[in-house]
């Protein structure tokens, strides 16, 4: 497939760090990777990346972020913002906009982290596989018939169990 782009387009995003669940409170950084061209030859360049960060809620008010350029240039740089601190038992959804010398803006998609809170007393669940119906909690009564409650479960998805995390337990 061949096209031919006749017009200015927006930043692209060629990379964005990922951020995982975390039994951290601290704050978070951002990194992502962003070029302009503009195959018209007008002006190119990335003027700004901005960091929109919501708690526990898709609907909850968006919080902004001017994020800096640590390396690179405008036409290709890395850009880093920091989300602060969140207490345990929060879910972090966040999104970036970049913004050309022209004014054109380009949105990544939106990507979500949670802050683990450990129960104490209750045991841990090591989920290693896939999540029924896209519900971690359906896994526990199918998988481990604990009916939902009594324990915590580690999806695979949120990384390896860390030794801070297995401290927290005494039955794994």
């Known amino acids: 497939l061949a096209v ?14 990922e951020l995982t669940t975390s039994l951290s409170t601290d704050s978070r950084t951002v990194s992502c990777t962003v070029s302009d061209d503009n195959p018209t030859g007008e002006a190119a360049g990335v003027s700004s990346v901005t960091l929109h960060y919501r708690l526990d809620s898709l609907t909850a008010t968006v919080n902004d ?5 640590t390396s690179g ?18 879910t ?10 022209n004014g054109n803006s ?13 129960t104490v007393g209750n045991d841990l669940i090591y989920n290693n596989q896939p999540m029924l119906y896209g519900n ?16 915590d479960i580690w999806d695979a998805s949120y ?8 401290s927290s337990y005494d039955v794994i």
């Open 136 to 151: 971690l909690l359906y896994s526990s009564y199918v998988y481990f018939y604990w009916g939902g409650y009594g324990f």
């Open 92 to 101: 972090v959804y966040w999104s970036l906009t970049a913004t050309d010398v």
């Open 65 to 69: 972020v001017n994020m800096i350029m």
């Open 4 to 17: 031919e782009i006749t017009d200015d387009r927006g930043p692209i995003f060629e990379d964005i760090e």
């Open 106 to 118: 380009t949105s990544s998609a939106a990507f979500s982290y949670y802050i683990f809170q450990p």
């Open 159 to 166: 990384g390896n169990l860390t030794e801070e995390l297995v």
């Open 73 to 90: 240039s405008t036409d290709e740089g890395t850009w880093e913002g920091d989300i602060p601190g969140q207490a345990l038992g929060t």
